[in-house]
């Protein structure tokens, strides 16, 4: 599935080849209908596995050297990875969508300085890092951002009106590729095959507040949905 396969570099050659046997894994699991069934477990065991493995060993690094002693770490992640839809194609993903299994991800706070076993319950974002660390960091600045300080959440449990009101927003884009070499952008398709680039757009995009969401979809994708998420966590039933 991969063209010109042997030019590429062994990065590349490496990353085609996972995608081609993911893609391949995908296919025979839709055909059996079993993709869930086993795509969740397996997707949960490699989290664990870079839980107890490389992050361990990164963890055990910092604390060796002393790194963790005066330090503020914050675990999170660029997106999670759910079950849903995408074009009219159901899959186990995260790719083009503000599903709620796509935008919830971690968010830990680690410091000796800072109160142990706090669980916040509050939607947050991840543009409220930037201020959190400014605020910790006791730097002040001019610059008005989109987020909040997470300080008195962490520190107070305390949860202001600035929190309660404020809606938090999540977005998405996809591009599409095309075969005109001649186009000055590009990227890689499933496979690792370089194409250019014909077109990006803003595919989905997301408010949520007080447990219900409001999902705007690009035409090419799909229709819009109003959600509420604590009686409908896959968003299958729109209100």
Known sequence: NVKNYRALSEPLKQ????????????????????????????YVRGVNKFDQGKFSDLMGWLKERGLLTNSLLIITSDHGETRCRWKEREDFMNSFNVSEGAIHIPLIFHSRHLPAGIEIAEDVSLVDLVPTILDFLGIESDVDFDGLSLRP???????????????????????????????????????????????????????????????????????????????????????
Do not use: C
């Open 153 to 239: 959440l962490i520190e107070n449990k305390r949860v202001g009106k600035e929190f309660e009101d404020r809606p938090v927003y999540s977005e998405s884009w996809a591009y599409e590729v095309d075969s005109d070499t001649t186009q000055k952008k590009g990227g890689f398709d499933f496979f690792g095959n370089a194409r250019s680039l014909q077109d990006e757009y803003l595919a989905e995009a997301s408010i949520r507040k007080g447990g219900f969401k409001y999902i705007w979809r690009n035409e090419r994708v799909g229709t819009h949905g109003f959600y509420h998420h604590p009686s409908d966590p896959f968003e299958e039933n729109p209100i």
């Open 15 to 42: 990353h085609a080849t996972y995608r081609s046997l993911d893609y391949l894994l995908r296919q025979e699991l839709k055909e059996r209908n079993i993709l869930f069934k086993r795509m969740v477990p397996q």
